[in-house]
């Protein structure tokens, strides 16, 4: 197998265009393209053999093949995969709201709206970019992705020994300082938790992992509750129609359990305060959206659509200002409680809800 570097220029130019190019073996079976190129590249995973295939970046003896062709002995296969270039992380002055820090770790409010870790897809602007700059960082740092590591999506409250998802990886190199722990996604404001050194991160996300770390969310949704409290279980894996989604699936996912607490209801709302006992992606939104009541805001999980409250005419033009306000779903993390492993003390902080959730509930209070 030959492989070498060369750059491109099309609608992916930044990209870097890494070449394999195979003889297959005389004595070898009869098999798929795409699968043979998969166990052949290395980190390589199918769908992103089958994104070559599909954009004309392999070939068989000369000839642009799709992903079905069956292989024979001898011939010869030529692949072009695109992977992310080297990303450097750029420290910048970004004005912070630190809840908490000492020398071992800080909590801050993320506003909605910042990206938590930079991506190829979010190099600039993010919270590690803010972060990196208040602990004194300068210099840029070099991160090389890994074959297998794709554009960055909106990710919330997975702990990242989990490993989920392989953006993630990023945040694994020792290069890079602070320790993410855990993550809300982009347009969801609220607290989180951040380490300054190795084993400070490491026994902060063993908490994560055991299910020890206290965290309570609020969020507008849309309709009534009938019960002012209930539990929601429901395994929850990716989505087969669209894969930035999440839903609860009856075979395979990730355990799931949500308490939830009606706090205040309005006429086609209610404010609902949200305690997880697991912290699986994009949970609070799929588990809400499973009982009918998607968050407020939530482009996503179709939330930003008028859910309750349309058949009145006075209510659907006060749902229409709600949507005015809601440019995200309104979703905080409003409390945070760990142990803190080098002072030995338990910690809980909160904090208050942001400003366009406070314009959204005076509003249907009036």
Known sequence: MHNTDSHIIDRKAEYIEQIFEFKVPSGQRSERLDQYITRMVQNATRNKVQNAIADGR?????????????????????????????????????????????????????????VVHPGFGNRYGTLVNAILYHFGNRDAIKIDFEDDVEESEDLEETASTN??????????????????????????????????????????????AAHTIEREYWALVWGKYKEESGTII????????????????????????????VKEQFEFTSLVQYKLHTGRTHQIRVHSTSQHHPIVGDNLYSGDKIVAGGEIPSLRNKAILLLNIAKRQLLHARTLGFYHPNKNENMFFSSELPE?????ISLLKQ
Do not use: W
């Open 58 to 114: 392999v070939s068989v003896n000369g000839i642009i093949a799709k992903a079905s062709k069956k292989i024979k002995p001898n011939d010869h296969i030529v692949c072009r995969i695109l992977k992310p270039p080297p990303m450097e992380l750029i420290p910048q002055d970004i004005p912070l709201d630190i809840v908490y820090e000492d020398e071992f770790l800080m909590v801050v409010n993320k506003p909605a709206g910042m």
């Open 163 to 208: 490993d989920e998802d392989n953006d993630l990886k990023i945040l694994y190199s020792d290069q890079i300082r602070p320790g993410i722990v855990h993550r809300i996604d982009k347009d969801t404001s609220g607290l989180l938790l951040i380490a300054k050194d190795p084993f400070t991160h490491a026994q902060l996300a063993k908490q994560f």
């Open 234 to 261: 429901g395994n929850i894996g990716r989505s087969l129609h669209n894969r930035k989604m999440f839903t609860i699936v009856k075979k395979d996912g990730k355990y799931a359990k949500t308490d939830y607490f």
């Open 356 to 360: 366009d959730f406070l314009k959204a």
